[in-house]
């Protein structure tokens, strides 16, 4: 097995099927998409990357196997679909994975055709593996794709310490050790073993508090809100195709969008945090359920609408809608009194969490520093809010 230094885990042995695949050039290419996209505008340290990340996930991954004594081919595919597990990832990740949804029709871990052909396949093929076999478990189907893509899985694991680490903040630690040896199979489903409802509850806890003061902090919703509507101006102004553009690492897509006329102003923004700033940051409680609920193309009208009303150029409007809270760990199962339970269902913390969620929610309308006023105002009008 080859050992790898890391920052979070010290030494992490990968077997020879993750090690070839970490010299493919698609793998290599996540050395250069940032973890934590624009969350690095707030977080100085927070520059690491989407491969060491996945170089974590297949080290928790093998730890996960060796403790639920899988070995063999099982455990071979499921550390080869936790190294690709973020190898569909666009640049900048999440923040341009709405785009690259809407215009290709594709989920980042949704990667058959990554994995059909090509160097990963021909690689995936020398150590046995069949490379549709570990698109199937990238997606998180089948019994063992749990462990990677699931209420309980790997990634969210690693990512939670390791965002922590790099940000320097103190909510994101978790036990996985005890999560790891507390994994169990019932009837198919990947559950934690008795006696361990405060284990889930940590995992919970340590995600509400990171997505409060990392994952959603004001300053990275603002820079993501800039990029993906910049990034879609982009396509719809040159004939880079939406191909392409799911393929650019972080730094291929600041140069595209630099070199383009109509996207290099807010580009140039967003290299020197020369950001938009707040016209709005409305509560819960004070926005209407519809506008709560609206789509992608629901969302770009409202922007017109206010603009128009602000007397601003179209561009000068963005409208951030995080939609509907959720709590995918809130649908963890865990063992209590020998049943297996959902821990929404056995932990009245989830209730909380999910009040809490509600209260720190914000629907966000950015606009240059010297427009908020107007943009507010026209904001209020348009979209009904109740302040």
């Known amino acids: 097995m080859q050992a790898?230094?890391?920052?979070?885990?010290?030494?992490?042995?990968?077997?020879?099927?993750?090690?070839?695949?970490?010299?493919?050039?698609?793998?290599?290419?996540?050395?250069?998409?940032?973890?934590?996209?624009?969350?690095?505008?707030?977080?100085?340290?927070?520059?690491?990357?989407?491969?060491?990340?996945?170089?974590?996930?297949?080290?928790?991954?093998?730890?996960?196997?060796?403790?639920?004594?899988?070995?063999?081919?099982?455990?071979?595919?499921v550390q080869a679909a936790a190294l690709l597990h973020d190898v569909g990832h666009g640049p900048y990740g999440h923040q341009t994975e709405g785009i690259i949804e809407r215009r290709v029709g594709r989920h980042h871990d949704e990667v058959t055709d990554l994995l059909s052909n090509g160097e990963l396949a021909a690689t995936l093929e020398h150590h046995d593996l069949n490379p549709d076999e570990i698109a199937e478990l990238v997606a998180g189907n089948g019994e063992l794709g749990q462990l990677v893509a699931g209420e309980l899985d790997v990634d969210r694991m690693d990512y939670l310490v390791r965002d922590a680490h790099h940000t320097g903040v103190p909510y994101g630690t978790v036990d996985y050790g005890r999560l790891l040896g507390a994994l169990r199979f019932v009837d198919g489903n990947l559950v934690l073993a008795e006696g361990n409802v405060p284990t889930a509850e940590s995992l919970l806890v340590a995600r509400a508090l990171m997505n409060a003061t990392v994952y959603r902090h004001h300053v990275s919703r603002i820079a993501g809100a800039m990029l993906e509507r910049t990034s879609e101006r982009l396509l719809d102004s040159t004939n880079l195709t939406p191909e392409e553009f799911q393929r650019f690492t972080d730094a291929e897509l600041l140069a595209a969008l630099q070199g383009c006329e109509e996207t290099a102003e807010m580009a140039d923004r967003i290299v020197n945090r020369n950001l938009f700033k707040r016209a709005v940051w409305a509560e819960w409680g004070g926005v209407p359920s519809d506008v709560v609920a609206v789509d992608h193309d629901e969302k770009r009208e409202f922007e017109r609408e206010i603009a128009a009303k602000a007397d601003v150029p179209p561009e000068a409007v963005l409208v951030d809608n995080p939609g509907e809270p959720s709590m995918p760990e809130s649908s963890s199962r865990v063992v209590v009194n020998g049943e297996v339970r959902r821990l929404a269902e056995q932990s009245p913390l989830v209730q909380g969490l999910q009040a809490s969620q509600r209260t720190q929610w914000r629907l966000g309308v950015y606009a240059p520093e010297d427009r908020t006023d107007e943009v507010e105002k026209a904001a209020n009008a348009i979209l009904g809010l109740t302040l």
Request: charged share 20%; net charge positive; aromatic share 4%.
């Open 4 to 77: 790898i230094k890391d920052s979070v885990h010290d030494y992490v042995e990968l077997p020879p099927v993750a090690a070839a695949l970490l010299d493919t050039a698609p793998v290599q290419r996540l050395r250069h998409i940032k973890q934590l996209s624009t969350v690095r505008l707030v977080y100085p340290s927070a520059n690491h990357t989407r491969f060491e990340h996945s170089i974590g996930v297949a080290h928790l991954a093998g730890q996960a196997l060796s403790r639920l004594g899988i070995d063999g081919h099982r455990a071979k595919a």
